[in-house]
Protein backbone atom coordinates (compact mmCIF):
# COMPACT_ATOMS: atom_id res chain seq x y z
CA UNK A 1 0.00 0.00 0.00
CA UNK A 2 1.41 3.55 -1.35
CA UNK A 3 1.13 5.81 2.43
CA UNK A 4 -0.14 8.92 1.67
CA UNK A 5 1.72 12.24 1.94
CA UNK A 6 0.64 14.81 4.05
CA UNK A 7 1.75 18.66 3.86
CA UNK A 8 1.98 19.73 7.41
CA UNK A 9 -0.18 23.05 7.97
CA UNK A 10 1.66 25.89 7.95
CA UNK A 11 1.78 27.90 11.53
CA UNK A 12 0.56 31.00 9.86
CA UNK A 13 -0.78 32.20 6.52
CA UNK A 14 -0.16 35.08 4.73
CA UNK A 15 -3.66 36.01 3.48
CA UNK A 16 -7.12 34.60 3.50
CA UNK A 17 -6.49 33.73 -0.49
CA UNK A 18 -2.71 31.64 1.00
CA UNK A 19 -5.55 29.84 3.56
CA UNK A 20 -7.89 29.34 1.07
CA UNK A 21 -5.59 28.21 -1.49
CA UNK A 22 -4.15 25.33 0.88
CA UNK A 23 -7.45 23.81 1.74
CA UNK A 24 -8.54 23.74 -1.57
CA UNK A 25 -5.86 21.49 -2.38
CA UNK A 26 -6.11 19.39 1.06
CA UNK A 27 -8.82 17.54 3.33
CA UNK A 28 -9.21 18.36 6.84
CA UNK A 29 -9.73 14.85 7.26
CA UNK A 30 -6.26 14.33 6.95
CA UNK A 31 -5.49 16.84 10.20
CA UNK A 32 -7.47 14.85 13.15
CA UNK A 33 -5.35 16.26 15.72
CA UNK A 34 -5.82 19.95 14.33
CA UNK A 35 -9.36 20.49 15.10
CA UNK A 36 -11.32 20.29 17.62
CA UNK A 37 -15.31 19.41 17.91
CA UNK A 38 -17.23 23.23 19.57
CA UNK A 39 -20.90 23.37 20.12
CA UNK A 40 -22.48 26.14 18.54
CA UNK A 41 -26.27 27.69 19.22
CA UNK A 42 -26.98 29.47 16.54
CA UNK A 43 -30.43 31.59 15.82
CA UNK A 44 -31.25 32.96 12.34
CA UNK A 45 -32.79 36.17 12.76
CA UNK A 46 -33.81 36.58 9.51
CA UNK A 47 -34.15 35.29 5.99
CA UNK A 48 -33.90 36.54 2.60
CA UNK A 49 -35.48 35.20 -0.56
CA UNK A 50 -34.05 36.15 -4.21
CA UNK A 51 -36.80 37.13 -6.82
CA UNK A 52 -36.34 37.04 -10.03
CA UNK A 53 -37.35 40.19 -11.50
CA UNK A 54 -36.80 41.79 -15.50
CA UNK A 55 -33.70 43.53 -15.82
CA UNK A 56 -35.11 47.20 -16.44
CA UNK A 57 -37.56 47.09 -13.84
CA UNK A 58 -33.79 45.86 -11.28
CA UNK A 59 -32.34 48.89 -12.90
CA UNK A 60 -35.06 51.48 -12.06
CA UNK A 61 -35.41 50.05 -8.79
CA UNK A 62 -31.57 50.61 -8.30
CA UNK A 63 -31.70 54.14 -9.81
CA UNK A 64 -34.72 55.09 -7.38
CA UNK A 65 -32.86 53.63 -3.98
CA UNK A 66 -30.32 55.83 -4.96
CA UNK A 67 -31.59 58.62 -5.24
CA UNK A 68 -33.53 57.87 -2.19
CA UNK A 69 -30.06 57.06 -0.58
CA UNK A 70 -31.40 53.61 0.44
CA UNK A 71 -30.47 49.92 -0.66
CA UNK A 72 -32.04 48.48 -3.33
CA UNK A 73 -33.16 45.71 -1.25
CA UNK A 74 -34.52 47.70 1.51
CA UNK A 75 -36.77 49.93 -1.20
CA UNK A 76 -37.93 46.53 -2.76
CA UNK A 77 -38.76 45.08 0.48
CA UNK A 78 -40.64 48.27 1.80
CA UNK A 79 -42.37 48.67 -1.94
CA UNK A 80 -43.63 45.02 -1.82
CA UNK A 81 -45.12 45.21 1.51
CA UNK A 82 -47.06 48.79 0.68
CA UNK A 83 -48.32 46.79 -2.52
CA UNK A 84 -49.57 43.88 -0.13
CA UNK A 85 -50.85 45.89 2.64
CA UNK A 86 -53.12 47.81 0.13
CA UNK A 87 -54.33 44.53 -2.08
Known amino acids: MIEKH ?3 IPENF ?3 EEAGEFWDTHDTMDYPDA ?3 VE ?3 ELRNRYYEVEIDMNVAQALRDKARQQGV ?3 SL ?3 MIRRQLSAA
Open 6 to 8: IDP
Open 14 to 16: RSL
Open 35 to 37: FQT
Open 40 to 42: VNA
Open 71 to 73: TTS
Open 76 to 78: ATE
